[in-house]
């Protein structure tokens, strides 16, 4: 007689600061998942709002983790010390789970047990729910996630469940990123040897705000992208498939540039292509390691200029 497998339960971790007037939504809509076992942990990371007596609200429904405000990195870490499922899901306060989104993760994973991560598209939009664009395909990294997540991306946090083994065995979110965090943790779980899976059909819901961290700290995505990346890379033996993370990393040194470049010109209140070139040539003598980017930026509108 055939052995049924058992479908694996899930760990989600909402960490939350000040979240009052979203956080209920997030819940919710985790709350809301049928056809697939889930325990809620929420990570108060030390709200002075309203957010602790909406959370009360929920009774058992929940398991609520309370800290004085250390970060988002240390909300989620903290949250992992409360895992009991065997799938891990991160979602953001403000984000949104769809219906049957657990199911279906829940699926794949009893389904390959030997993947580790498993991840989906996702659609941005403003907390109204008005459109801003959309990821309706997993990536595709699954061939060789670390030489192919520098040059496409990693998935959202909201669209990778990660094995409870897999986590443990990278420990975790670095909590000194207030930026790139997760950046850092998809690159850490390719390099730990975890294998990745896309998920079709899956796509989560994220919602953008004008005040959230990754917004106002926008300008230190690119420089602080290129440390990530170029640390993973610093110690990894180089292989032919180098060539392909190394191309990303120049795309990720060119965009770093560029914002660079842009803030200078902005605080010095120039414009046009004068201010392009003084404010590359500024970001340069601050940041001689910006040269390599430069070269190729300027190869690059040579070319386009004789066309």
Same mark, same amino acid.
């Given at each position: 007689?055939?052995?049924?497998?058992?479908?694996?339960?899930?760990?989600?971790?909402?960490?939350?600061?000040?979240?009052?007037?979203?956080?209920?939504?997030?819940?919710?809509?985790?709350?809301?998942?049928?056809?697939?076992?889930?325990?809620?942990?929420?990570?108060?990371?030390?709200?002075?709002?309203?957010?602790?007596?909406?959370?009360?609200?929920?009774?058992?429904?929940?398991?609520?983790?309370?800290?004085?405000?250390?970060?988002?990195?240390?909300?989620?870490?903290?949250?992992?010390?409360?895992?009991?499922?065997?799938?891990?899901?991160?979602?953001?306060?403000?984000?949104?789970?769809?219906?049957?989104?657990?199911?279906?993760?829940?699926?794949?994973?009893?389904?390959?047990?030997?993947?580790?991560?498993?991840?989906?598209?996702?659609?941005?939009?403003?907390?109204?729910?008005?459109?801003?664009?959309?990821?309706?395909?997993?990536?595709?990294?699954?061939?060789?996630?670390?030489?192919?997540?520098?040059?496409?991306?990693?998935?959202?946090?909201?669209?990778?469940?990660?094995?409870?083994?897999?986590?443990?065995?990278?420990?975790?979110?670095?909590?000194?990123?207030?930026?790139?965090?997760?950046?850092?943790?998809?690159?850490?779980?390719?390099?730990?040897?975890?294998?990745?899976?896309?998920?079709?059909?899956?796509?989560?819901?994220?919602?953008?705000?004008?005040?959230?961290?990754?917004?106002?700290?926008?300008?230190?995505?690119?420089?602080?992208?290129?440390?990530?990346?170029?640390?993973? +890379?610093?110690?990894?033996? %180089?292989? #032919?498939?180098?060539?392909? $993370?190394? &191309?990303?990393?120049? *795309?990720? /040194?060119? @965009?770093?540039?560029?914002?660079?470049?842009?803030?200078?010109?902005?605080?010095?209140?120039?414009?046009?292509?004068?201010?392009?070139?003084?404010?590359? +040539?500024?970001?340069?003598? %601050?940041? #001689?390691?910006?040269?390599? $980017?430069? &070269?190729?930026?300027? *190869?690059? /509108?040579? @070319?386009?200029?004789?066309?």
């Amino acid at each position: 007689m055939a052995t049924t497998v058992p479908d694996p339960s899930f760990s989600v971790v909402i960490p939350v600061f000040n979240g009052e007037s979203f956080v209920g939504d997030a819940i919710d809509s985790v709350l809301a998942q049928e056809g697939a076992s889930f325990q809620l942990i929420v990570v108060d990371d030390g709200s002075t709002d309203a957010t602790p007596k909406i959370l009360a609200e929920y009774g058992n429904a929940l398991l609520v983790h309370s800290q004085s405000n250390r970060g988002e990195g240390a909300a989620r870490n903290a949250g992992i010390a409360h895992m009991r499922g065997e799938l891990a899901l991160f979602l953001d306060a403000d984000d949104l789970l769809p219906a049957e989104y657990l199911r279906r993760f829940a699926l794949a994973a009893r389904d390959a047990p030997n993947i580790e991560v498993f991840h989906c598209g996702w659609r941005a939009v403003t907390l109204d729910g008005a459109p801003l664009y959309n990821q309706g395909e997993p990536l595709a990294i699954d061939c060789d996630p670390f030489h192919e997540l520098p040059v496409l991306g990693s998935p959202h946090i909201d669209s990778m469940v990660v094995r409870l083994s897999a986590l443990k065995r990278i420990g975790g979110f670095d909590p000194r990123l207030q930026v790139q965090a997760d950046w850092d943790y998809c690159l850490r779980l390719s390099a730990s040897g975890a294998r990745f899976r896309g998920v079709r059909e899956n796509v989560a819901i994220i919602r953008r705000r004008p005040d959230s961290v990754s917004a106002k700290r926008r300008q230190d995505l690119g420089a602080v992208g290129v440390a990530v990346l170029e640390r993973h +890379l610093r110690f990894h033996p %180089r292989c #032919p498939s180098c060539e392909r $993370a190394q &191309m990303g990393l120049r *795309a990720w /040194r060119r @965009s770093a540039l560029r914002v660079d470049a842009q803030r200078i010109a902005a605080r010095f209140r120039l414009s046009g292509r004068v201010a392009h070139c003084i404010g590359m +040539l500024i970001a340069i003598m %601050r940041r #001689p390691r910006h040269v390599g $980017a430069a &070269m190729a930026e300027l *190869a690059e /509108r040579l @070319s386009i200029a004789g066309r």
